[in-house]
């Protein structure tokens, strides 16, 4: 079975700093004032480049419907111009279209790894965000426990109180 950590190591997991010995509360304090998460999409964009930043910009029109149908119409206009528009003497790329094949294989050589390094950066951003995600469920989940332990406390003293005041309540109709 796992072994269940304790508050303060915990806390120390949080905070990511080697703390002096104290006790549970003012590390629960000290929790609760430090926030815990971050903007991932503006730490990430601060430490962007300007290459990051092109290549998101072409992942973003490559993979959009508008990229698409302008290139379907490139290549069939590209295939009529050259087949029936321009005479067989001016046509600049005849048919089996090799000029065309070598210009597709070029923006498919270039795109591709310009499609992986922003995938990349967004999976490290989304890595990014589960750690987020994970410190602060972790915080929340310490200062859940915090206030049960608290409203358990506040539970016996009552009925201890309610148990004081029944005994003195017997007492005064004697």
Partial sequence: ?????TKKE???????????EQDEEELL?????????IDVDKQEAAKMTKGDKVADKISEVAGSWTFIILFILFLVG????NLFVLRKENRIDPYPFILLNLVLSCIASLQAPIIMMSQNRQAAKDSLRNQNDYRTD???????EELHDKM????????????ILKENGENDEQ
Avoid: A, C, F, G
């Fill in 138 to 144: 972790l915080k929340s989940e310490l200062i859940l």
């Fill in 1 to 5: 079975m796992e072994k269940r950590k």
């Fill in 78 to 81: 590209w295939i009529i111009l």
């Fill in 10 to 20: 915990i806390v120390k997991m949080l905070l990511n700093t080697d703390l002096q």
């Fill in 152 to 163: 358990t406390v506040i539970l016996k003293n009552q009925k201890t109180i309610l148990k």
């Fill in 29 to 37: 304090d000290l929790l609760i004032d430090q926030p815990i998460s």
